[in-house]
């Protein structure tokens, strides 16, 4: 069954473009992008380096998974820790997860100090994520239940009481299969509770562990 982790989280529901004023004649241009994967962090940063490509730097932060247990950043040439950290905290401040934030930089011909840019970067991540639509994904694992016709009733009743999606019905001379998305939490309270009301005649089957 699941192991214990977040069946929710919080990202954003399509990607953002935003740009505070000049810092001492700097521009600083933030980006926040919805990604799944690191190659598809990897793959849109990209994007960003090449169609920006006269900038002086292109800075950056994703964090990824529904714990947000997997992250990276990057100084991009600045001084260490000057921009990719403050970038992550901005994210992470916010708890938001699945999101790549690339903070893009056309310096102005004055330095700002390791302070100056700590501040810099941080305030164009941030306004791009308090301008990114957000949403929540609710984390689903998908299921193989299977009952005879005379156990539909009991079936469908214990179905009802819990958050699931049913993706596919399919009928037998054997009964009924359904493959069904069941949030996280819930998957062992619905296989005891199915078990239960169909005394045990039923069949509960977590499906990538079936594969």
């Not at 002086?56 to 990276?72: E, S």
């Not at 305030?123 to 994520?129: D, I, K, M, T």
Request: proline residues 5%.
């Amino acid at each position: 069954m699941p192991s214990e982790s977040p069946d929710a989280y919080r990202t954003i529901a399509n990607s953002a473009k935003a740009e505070p004023h000049k810092t001492k004649g700097s521009r600083f241009i933030g980006e926040a992008l919805p990604v799944e994967t690191e190659e598809e962090a990897r793959e849109r940063l990209g994007t960003v380096r090449r169609r920006e490509h006269a900038a002086t730097h292109h800075c950056w932060a994703y964090r990824l998974g529904p714990a947000g247990d997997t992250f990276q950043y990057s100084d991009d040439g600045e001084p260490n820790g000057s921009a990719g950290r403050p970038i992550f905290r901005q994210i992470e401040g916010r708890e938001l997860t699945n999101v790549l934030v690339v903070v893009t930089r056309y310096y102005g011909g004055t330095k700002l100090g390791t302070g100056g840019l700590v501040r810099a970067y941080g305030e164009a991540a941030g306004l791009v994520l308090d301008e990114a639509p957000k949403h929540e994904v609710i984390v689903r694992v998908p299921l193989r239940l299977r009952f005879a016709f005379a156990d539909t009733s009991p079936a469908m009743h214990t179905i009802g009481k819990f958050d699931v999606e049913i993706a596919e019905t399919n009928y037998s001379g054997e009964g009924t299969e359904m493959l069904v998305n069941v949030r996280r939490s819930e998957v062992e309270r619905l296989d005891a509770a199915f078990v239960e009301a169909l005394g045990g005649r039923g069949d509960v089957v977590e499906i990538s562990s079936d594969m």
